[in-house]
């Protein structure tokens, strides 16, 4: 008896709940339900709920009601059963027939509830009440450059779990040589199983490795070498096909792709494979209009083959983890994926509710690891994103969260993204440094960025930096002349992005850029003429259509600018602008991000209502 799940998506019912009176009224509990109710929408989940009309800005309560039967009477045979969800934001409450299953906190993260009774052959009903208000004890907190998409928008499904299975599988490779690789895969064991396992070539036609496994309880490990294996890279995205199964019935107890590589880093350098890997890179938000989150495959794929097409060999899924789709075709694909929890700006890293940030934040992180850990196309872990880090309890709140994610994944870069120039030193105990800095953007000129790489490097010289985040806005058709560098016209991002690119490709010491972002995304936050709801920063538009800078790919993925040797003057630069740099950063330039910008956030969602309303007109 094999673990098997059922697909729940089809005939959801929802309404919403403006004035938190759900759990109060007790909505949960089948008899109070009433299917008739004209509020209730008839909906299909996964779905981001800001995609129905009237709902576009909406933050705050919905619940979401489902009925189904189950025509098994065999129940018993079950150990327990599983309600699993793979992204809802951000507070969850599940009931089922009445019963509170439990709930969980966070937005992108899969997570489940597991129960023994409660579950009837017949007629069962469930009660799911999602709500993403923002809120200072959240990851993220109030203050996010991002759209806050609500709902259950990934998939839900009901999963029968056997008596006698196998759980929580790694499999790690590690090359000897890139002539020869060593596979071990672990496994726990619940109850005891015969087992016998095959590891097939990608197509799936031909055995490469087998071999069984009598009478094994508690946990299972399966060790071999392979010689002159097929090594996964983004120029050759080989999978291998693993598949464990039960001998005795002859059922699989699971089957995945995986790859061989090896992620290392030595001096300034990372190597994939054994060999020097720059990433030339671009992040994406996960949304694209008009399914909010729940984006299709097939488009997904577009993205990935268009990335790719340009040149580009790797992806940040900034700042949080997308759905797990989007890593399978990474790994199809050949792209190296950098994922993220949303440990984001203004956190509450300090004061008597820090720790059950933390808790929250490693809960994140350990579901995203336990997600991904068999995809070879992932390579790192940021654990945030532009924290106040200068301030001794924020920099302590990152060093322990690089040490819990070290803990349950020793193969891959741990790291965070800082946006300090100058006062950042907590960077030297993460894998790689790196910068988020918008030189020609926000401030001064492309022009500087080799000299104050040069800088900030200083006090984390040993390590590989990467280039995070660098890039400007662009209105996509809004045109302008070249010389006049107009702000959001395409000619200017064309220029900042051209000169940044050509100047990181000649940089000895960085291990890659990234180019924020790929597509406009939506922000409350971003309300000028040009913006109009969107974060204009993508190359392409939130229709996907190509800005200027697209004409320079894949051609300026190789040239370099011949640059001057700073090295020296930079570090005599950083010695005296350190103390300045901490000091002004601590009191003037941080302050938004520690006192949070409700007011400015909810300004900002007026001017979006009404800009939407005199639209609809
Ligand atoms: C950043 C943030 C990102 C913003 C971006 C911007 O540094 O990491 O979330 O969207 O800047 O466009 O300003």
């Keep these: ?24 009224e007790r909505w949960y509990i089948p008899k109070n339900y009433d299917q008739n109710d004209p509020n209730l929408l008839n909906l299909e989940i996964p779905m981001s709920f800001n995609t129905l009309s009237r709902f576009e800005v909406y933050e705050g309560i919905f619940w979401h009601f489902y009925e189904f039967e189950i025509n098994r009477d065999n129940l018993d045979e079950y150990d327990f059963f599983k309600l699993n969800f793979e992204g809802s934001n951000y507070n969850t409450k599940v009931w089922l027939n009445g019963f509170f299953l439990g709930e969980h906190d966070g937005g992108f993260t899969p997570f489940y509830f597991n129960f023994k009774d409660h579950l009837n052959t017949s007629q069962n009903f469930i009660a799911v009440r999602t709500d993403n208000i923002r809120k200072n004890n959240r990851i993220p907190s109030i203050s996010f450059d ?52 095959e590891i097939l070539n990608s197509q799936q036609t031909k055995t490469l490795f087998k071999g069984n496994m009598e009478e094994i309880s508690r946990e299972g490990r399966i060790s071999l070498t392979i010689n002159n294996p097929k090594l996964w890279s983004p120029n050759n995205p080989y999978l291998y096909y693993l598949k464990i199964s039960d001998s005795t019935a002859d059922e699989i107890l699971y089957e995945s792709n995986f790859g061989v590589r090896e992620i290392e880093i030595k001096g300034t350098s990372i190597y994939l494979n054994k060999k020097r890997i720059f990433m030339k890179g671009v992040s994406l938000h996960e949304e694209l209009l008009p399914y909010g989150r729940t984006i299709p495959y097939e488009e997904r794929v577009k993205d990935i083959r268009s990335m790719k097409k340009m040149g580009f060999n790797a992806l ?22 950098l994922e993220e929890v949303p440990v984001y700006w203004a956190c509450n890293f300090s004061g008597p509710k820090a720790n059950e940030t933390f808790k929250t934040a490693a809960k994140m992180m350990r579901n995203l690891i336990k997600r991904d850990i068999n995809h070879p196309s992932v390579i790192w872990w940021s654990v945030g994103n532009e924290i106040p880090i200068e301030r001794p309890w924020v920099s302590r709140f990152m060093k322990r969260l690089m040490q819990w994610t070290r803990m349950h994944d020793n193969t891959r870069i741990v790291t965070y993204v800082s946006m300090k120039l100058f006062s950042d030193l907590t960077r030297r105990y993460a894998d790689v440094a790196t910068i988020n800095f918008y030189f020609g953007w926000y401030i001064a000129s492309a022009r500087l960025v080799s000299l104050m790489l040069d800088v900030m490097r200083t006090p984390a010289f040993n390590k590989p930096w990467i280039y995070t985040e660098f890039g400007a806005g662009a209105k996509y058709g809004f045109h302008a002349d070249w010389e006049k560098q107009l702000k959001f016209s395409e ?18 010491y960085l291990a890659g850029w990234f180019i924020w972002i790929y597509r406009d995304f939506r922000s409350f936050l971003r309300q000028n003429v040009h913006q109009q709801g969107f974060n204009r920063k993508g190359i392409v538009s939130e229709k996907n ?9 894949p051609q300026i993925m190789h040239e370099k600018r011949k640059l001057l040797n700073t090295k020296v003057l930079g570090i005599f630069l ?17 302050a938004g991000f520690i006192f949070g910008d409700n007011v400015r956030i909810e300004k900002m969602k007026k001017i979006e209502k009404k800009r939407l309303l005199d639209n609809s007109k």
């Design 491 to 508: 000619e200017r991002q064309l220029h900042v992005l051209d000169y940044s690119i050509r100047t990181f490709n000649a940089k000895k």
């Design 545 to 553: 259509e190509k800005k200027l800078i697209c004409k320079r790919f």
């Design 1 to 24: 008896m094999n673990s098997s799940s059922i697909s729940l998506s089809d005939n959801w019912k929802c309404k919403s709940d403006y004035d938190n009176v759900g759990i109060k």
């Design 574 to 590: 950083w010695i005296i602008l350190y103390p300045l740099a901490y000091i002004l950063t601590f009191l003037i330039l941080d």
């Design 146 to 197: 991002w759209f806050n998409w609500g709902g259950i928008y990934r998939d839900v499904s009901l999963e029968f779990v056997p008596r006698n299975r196998i759980k929580d599988i790694i499999i790690k490779t590690e090359l000897e040589s890139r002539r020869q690789a060593l596979i071990e895969i672990t496994f726990n064991v619940i109850g005891t199983l015969s087992i016998k396992w």
């Design 316 to 337: 940040r899924t900034a700042h949080y983890s997308h759905d797990e789709s989007l890593i399978d075709i990474a790994d199809k694909e050949g792209i190296l994926i």
